[in-house]
């Protein structure tokens, strides 16, 4: 009984004592994702959609342990089916809302893109098609100090773009 006693306060304290290294980081914070894209093209002569790799770039603000603000570049790889083909990059920016737990945040993030498409088919010419469109998405970060890494999935209501969507895999580092 004594040892078990004598092993729960290490725990507790070795908790206590670690426990600043998984605190929450407030401040700026920069990242990068790379994940799997799904994006094409959706107009009068063309309806496709396709899987790529994608990457973005992150930069952003916490100032709260609850609310963020971040900014994104994103970069949906290439659609190709069949002759035609489209490449959709986009800036978003988004609120960020976070229910904090011990070393993990789940998180919310509502927002706005904006986009543009370029294609080309064999039978037409390349052309570009722009919008700025809802954004929205939810994830899962885990935090040790300064660096985290968050599994998301993000979604743009770009419907000439074939509402492109990302799940990507990342990190961020927090500057404080």
């Known amino acids: 009984m004594h040892a078990r006693t004598l092993a729960t306060a290490a725990a507790a304290a070795l908790a206590c004592a670690t426990a600043p290294a998984f605190s929450v980081d407030h401040g700026f914070y920069v990242g990068a994702s790379l994940g799997?894209?799904?994006?094409?093209?959706?107009?009068?002569?063309?309806?496709?959609?396709?899987r790529d790799q994608g990457f973005k770039v992150i930069a952003g603000i916490r100032a709260l342990s609850l609310l963020a603000v971040e900014l994104n570049y994103i970069d949906f790889g290439n659609s190709n089916v069949g002759g035609a083909s489209a490449k959709t990059k986009a800036g978003a920016g988004f609120v960020m809302a976070f229910l904090p737990i011990p070393v993990v945040d789940v998180y919310g993030k509502l927002g706005y893109?904006?986009?543009?498409?370029?294609?080309?088919?064999?039978s037409l010419a390349s052309f570009r098609t722009t919008g700025s469109?809802?954004?929205?998405?939810?994830?899962?970060?885990?935090?040790?100090?300064?660096?985290?890494?968050?599994?998301?999935?993000?979604?743009?209501?770009?419907?000439?773009?074939?509402?492109?969507?990302?799940?990507?895999?990342?990190?961020?580092?927090?500057?404080?």
């Open 36 to 50: 799997q894209t799904e994006s094409g093209l959706r107009d009068s002569s063309f309806n496709f959609k396709d």
């Open 113 to 122: 893109v904006s986009w543009k498409t370029d294609a080309s088919a064999p």
């Open 133 to 176: 469109d809802l954004a929205y998405g939810a994830g899962v970060q885990v935090h040790l100090g300064s660096l985290s890494a968050r599994l998301e999935y993000e979604a743009f209501d770009a419907q000439a773009a074939a509402k492109p969507t990302m799940l990507s895999l990342g990190a961020t580092y927090t500057f404080l």
